[in-house]
């Protein structure tokens, strides 16, 4: 797909004359209204005519009452809900072309000549048959009387654009599909719970997830809960797997571990081409080891519940995208699917994925199981070193603590264990190193860690300037070749202070490597940093709550104060995940008249359509409206504009029309277990760093000592775009504002124009964000998420 020419679009012009409809088809997955919700308003916003098509094609061919004009508030409180407020069914009429034409006379007879799908890939193939044969259909209506040649000229050709909703993340061409992320969220609440009877009494549990071709929830789902096994489709085991698991179960018995977990896809095979099932399972083990075993088979709980922080996020920017594609169409432009590569909506040729999905599942089939592997992409693969070495790693945390920090610690003390390293824990950050506090950590000392929230090491913001000395003779007293350090904008800072004193301690001359972990999302070289998910869900979930207390109280409107520092990610994300009317951030200068602006908008909205209102506000950086009226305000955005100025400036305009009520989120925001994301972006992440350790040490061996000291051997691992990349933290300096600790550059700020949209704002949408990924038919990212 081009880019498009313009960058900003006027979206009031747009859809003039335009009619679209949306459906959501197949089986529903939790994020799919975020979806309808944002497609529904843009395009209302864009002058077109928006329509419901309610219980999916099957609405579409029996028409009448499925077939129904939309408006901005049919779609409010939606955001949260989970499965499909307009419905799914799977329909045989339209699989058959006498079906299909009475859809066409459906879609005619209203003038809709723009279709918007919501389904997997058996939905989107419907779709683009479909389009395919409009031409056709339209003749045959006009042959048979239902139409007039007038209705035909005027619907000559049908646009349509598919969105992928799918827990089981199965289709090709995005690195994440509407409801995957909420799946995980159900599955590892289970996970967790089962953990805590699995230990009190010593038991064996095997979990079977959805997954019938495609084994990402069981993958993902063991490396977010340290899984002892796992059975995906994609890679049967290989013959003897059930002695080689047995051997592994009892090991881990015999190192004094209370539990062990086995996933199982439900589509789990071995390399005959036969099932392989809980049951399986659960009676090889009480066989052969008389282990307590219980099976437990989750089933459709897993669509189940409220959507995550991410499901909103990426349905709402989807369902823009999908808008735009649709008002952008030609008669020669193909269909198209709506994408998210790295951080970037995209649209992509809508058969090609399709045929690429499809190859897959032959590929299974046919028994080409490494074929089947490269066209998911590489987050399958396994890829561990051969070569072993012996050197001493230290790992510590550094700066506030974080959901997902102990994940990243496990996952590098447990790969530098296996490239046969000996790693140190560090306890309370360069605090800790300067005083010793240093001992071995071992493999079973990390066991349980994913699941485990704040930081298990200890974390102090001391940077370590001023005991530069200290940490110089504990680095040589301990023999550390390497340091991993764990945290935020401190761990950031420390890490250069560390490099920049190399030139007088030789000691700091060892590779370094800084993983960012930090609710606020501001450390440079990263688009994304552990514990930031976890947080964003944290506030979304509370901002439900407000909600519906504020839905239970007529004319109310809520002020909600987040953390973030002056970073206005957590308040940005937020209100596009809850649905803010504003967002009040650093990044953008807020002015009286912009708070007059909102406070005017809010009072039309009450007046007329809302009885009910929130308002979020971040402490450092942000306060959002939403369309349920709240607010949100990063608790750094303005040292005049606090909380309370902007809470008595909503209670006095208000007076008469609405009242006012403010929540200040704290450190809650800190706490918590961490979500899927964040264990398996830490796991990642703390494996990565070692391996690069591993290699870097190779590199800075020189006639029987360690000696680093060039740019490349002190960097950040961060997550840019699609890649997990290695940047040299020296280079990083120039991105960096110091004075207020964040990046020059964030990549989340070209999104808010979609949270101000979908707010009813009367602004214009910034499209730069676009990248030409028409070449780009991948599975997945390499974070896997």
Request: neutral net charge; hydrophobic residues 40%; contains cysteine.
């Amino acid at each position: 797909m081009s880019k498009n020419p313009h960058p900003t679009i006027d979206p009031t012009k747009m859809g003039l004359g335009r009619s679209i409809a949306v459906l959501t088809s197949g089986g529903d997955a939790q994020g799919m209204n975020a979806a309808v919700r944002a497609t529904v308003r843009v395009g209302l916003y864009t002058g077109a005519k928006v329509y419901f098509v309610h219980e999916g094609y099957q609405g579409l061919v029996d028409g009448g009452d499925n077939i129904r004009p939309a408006t901005w508030e049919s779609v409010s409180m939606m955001l949260q809900l989970g499965g499909t407020v307009i419905g799914s069914a799977r329909c045989k009429d339209f699989r058959a072309r006498e079906g299909r034409m009475k859809a066409a006379c459906n879609l005619v007879k209203l003038g809709i000549t723009n279709l918007c799908v919501i389904g997997g890939d058996g939905s989107l193939t419907g779709a683009n048959q479909f389009r395919t044969e409009w031409s056709g259909l339209l003749v045959d209506l006009v042959k048979a009387g239902k139409i007039t040649e007038e209705e035909a000229k005027k619907s000559s050709h049908l646009n349509i654009v598919g969105m992928v909703g799918s827990i089981d993340n199965d289709f090709c061409g995005t690195d994440m599909t509407i409801g995957t992320d909420s799946a995980l969220h159900r599955i590892i609440e289970v996970v967790d719970a089962i953990a805590t009877t699995a230990q009190s009494h010593q038991r064996t549990f095997i979990l079977e997830v959805m997954g019938r071709h495609c084994g990402y929830l069981a993958l993902v789902t063991a490396l977010a809960c340290g899984a002892d096994w796992v059975f995906i489709p994609e890679m049967p085991p290989d013959d003897g797997w059930e002695n080689h698991l047995c051997r592994r179960l009892a090991d881990q018995r015999a190192r004094g571990c209370r539990l062990n977990v086995i996933i199982v896809a439900e589509g789990a095979m071995s390399r005959d081409g036969k099932p392989i099932t809980s049951d399986q399972i659960k009676k090889l083990v009480t066989d052969r080891l008389s282990f307590d075993t219980r099976t437990t088979v989750l089933g459709h709980v897993q669509r189940g519940g409220t959507p995550s922080a991410f499901d909103r996020i990426l349905g709402s920017r989807m369902g823009v995208e999908a808008v735009m594609a649709l008002l952008e169409a030609t008669p020669d432009t193909p269909a198209c699917v709506v994408s998210l590569s790295g951080n970037h909506a995209v649209r992509l040729p809508l058969m090609e994925c399709v045929q690429v999905t499809k190859d897959v599942t032959a590929a299974m089939a046919e028994g080409r199981f490494e074929d089947a592997i490269k066209l998911r992409g590489n987050t399958t693969e396994s890829d561990l070193p051969d070569s072993k070495t012996n050197i001493n790693v230290a790992v510590m945390n550094v700066g506030a603590p974080c959901a997902g920090m102990n994940a990243a610690v496990r996952a590098a003390v447990r790969m530098g264990l296996i490239q046969g390293h000996n790693m140190l824990a560090v306890h309370d950050g360069f605090d800790g190193l300067a005083q010793g506090q240093v001992e071995p950590i071992t493999w079973t000392s990390v066991s349980g860690w994913t699941g485990k929230g704040g930081s298990v090491l200890g974390t102090k913001r001391t940077l370590p300037a001023k005991i530069l000395e200290d940490i110089s003779l504990n680095i040589a007293k301990f023999n550390i070749h390497a340091l991993v350090i764990i945290g935020g904008f401190e761990a950031y800072m420390g890490g250069l202070e560390l490099v920049q004193a190399r030139e007088k301690y030789e000691e700091m001359c060892i590779p370094m490597v800084v993983i960012p972990a930090t609710v606020s999302n501001n450390v440079p070289g990263s688009d994304f940093s552990i514990g930031a998910d976890t947080a964003l869900n944290t506030i979304t979930s509370t901002c439900d709550r407000i909600k519906q207390s504020a839905a239970g109280t007529k004319r109310r409107v809520f002020i909600v104060e987040t953390m973030g520092g002056y970073c206005g990610y957590l308040a940005t994300m937020a209100g596009l995940a809850a649905g803010a009317d504003a967002a009040y951030i650093f990044e953008e200068k807020i002015a009286i008249k912009d708070l007059e602006m909102n406070v005017v908008h809010l009072v039309e909205k009450m007046k007329t359509t809302v009885k009910r209102g929130l308002i979020l506000s971040f402490p450092d950086s942000s306060t959002m409206i939403c369309h349920c009226p709240f607010c949100i305000r990063n608790e750094n955005c303005n040292a005049n504009y606090t909380t309370d100025f902007i809470f008595n400036l909503y209670s006095e305009e208000g007076k008469g029309i609405f009242d006012c009520r403010k929540n200040v989120l704290g450190h809650m925001q800190q706490g918590g277990t961490p979500t899927p994301f964040d264990r398996n972006f830490g796991t990642k992440m703390g494996a990565k760093s070692v391996l690069w350790i591993t290699d870097k040490l190779k590199q800075c061996y020189r006639h029987g000592r360690i000696f680093a000291n060039t740019p490349d051997s002190a960097c950040v691992l961060g997550m840019r775009k699609r890649a997990l990349t290695f940047q040299p933290l020296a280079d990083l300096k120039g991105d960096t504002d110091f004075e207020h600790r964040i990046p020059k550059t964030q990549w989340w700020l070209k999104i808010r124009p979609i949270m101000k949209i979908l707010a009813k704002y009367d602004i214009k949408l910034d499209t730069s964000e676009r990248t030409d990924m028409e070449h780009v038919i991948k599975k997945r990212s390499p974070l896997g998420m």
